[in-house]
């Protein structure tokens, strides 16, 4: 009979090792960002949100009310630097508000 080989590895370095096998470590990040955006922008603004999603590195962002658009226009820069902060990670360079 052959012997058993034992392969010591913790959790977290199978799972790391898995996340860089399969290249997903972006999408993560991204799926990460994505949930993050209700904290970091609040439960007012959260509300007007329709729809997120990340394409090359921009983050886009459909709201429901122009107003609200045009004053997140101006926290652009401040939004990026809070949301990839939050995220642990430079994840998004851009935003676009739709």
């Known amino acids: 009979m052959a012997k058993r080989l034992t392969n010591n590895q913790s959790l977290k370095d199978v799972i790391e090792e898995l996340i860089n096998t399969y290249r997903i470590g972006d999408k993560l990040n991204q ?11 609040g439960k007012m603004i959260a509300r007007d949100t329709t729809h997120l999603y990340i ?9 429901n009310s122009p107003a609200l658009r045009e004053e997140l226009g101006y926290a652009r820069t401040k939004l990026i630097k809070s949301l990839n902060k939050a995220a642990g990670d430079d994840v998004i360079d851009d935003i676009a508000f739709v």
């Open 55 to 63: 394409k090359h590195r921009i983050l886009y962002v459909k709201l």
């Open 31 to 41: 799926t990460n960002v994505i949930s993050l955006w209700d904290s970091v922008v």
